[in-house]
């Protein structure tokens, strides 16, 4: 987001453990404590509230937009304000070209995020929108997250399923190609010429416990 001022928000359960950087002018690094759980799963869910709950206190009252990334994808290309809108969505980069009985939306009829047919699988590595977009979204995938522990269900994806499902009923302003986060590990494909984050190859075994 160049010719932008951008704050990047650390959710992590260990603070200290993130380090001091030298971020360029009109940047700016906030680290927020998270509580520790212990099963990966709950880690991603939970996101959707300390991303609502981080809007409500914070970023509403000094930005227009808001951008959700996983923590393990790098920067290799431009990411600017053309992927702006008030809803913003990510073309999953390993379902895209699949046909959409491919498509692993929750099938599930006890869960919320229960689909039985959608236009599109996204990926919950990014999406985005303005603040007001963003909180109503993860409100809702909070909601959902919850009133199906309540029940004892856990969606296919997790978080990921009830984002699908919320976007399939609230569509997305715009949809970004899977340049805007492409695993390489996929191989070269003739109609992804860019590469503008990448994903970090996944550290499972020191990182997922459960």
Not at 11 to 19: A, E, L, Q, R
Not at 82 to 89: H, I, P, R
Not at 133 to 152: F, P
């Amino acid at each position: 987001m160049r010719a932008l001022p951008v704050t990047y928000y650390v959710f992590t359960d260990v603070p200290k453990g993130v380090p001091v950087i030298q971020l360029a002018p009109a940047r700016s690094l906030k680290v927020v404590k998270v509580p520790r759980h212990s099963r990966w799963q709950d880690i991603s869910m939970m996101r959707m509230r300390t991303i609502a709950d981080t809007i409500e206190t914070d970023i509403r009252h000094h930005s227009s937009h808001v951008f959700c990334f996983d923590v393990d994808q790098v920067f290799a290309g431009r990411f600017g304000s053309e992927a702006l809108s008030d809803s913003v969505a990510l073309l999953h980069a390993y379902y895209y070209h699949r046909p959409k009985i491919m498509y692993t939306y929750d099938r599930n009829p006890k869960s919320t995020a229960f689909m039985e047919d959608g236009d599109l699988y996204y990926h919950a590595a990014v999406f985005g929108g303005t603040w007001q977009g963003v909180k109503m979204l993860t409100e809702a995938c909070y909601q959902s997250i919850m009133a199906d522990k309540e029940k004892g269900v856990e969606a296919l994806w997790h978080d990921e399923s009830h984002l699908n499902k919320y976007l399939w009923l609230h569509k997305p302003s715009k949809v970004l190609s899977p340049e805007y986060c492409w695993d390489e590990a996929i191989g070269p494909r003739s109609d992804i010429r860019i590469t503008r984050l990448r994903w970090a190859e996944k550290q499972y075994n020191s990182l997922r416990i459960g």
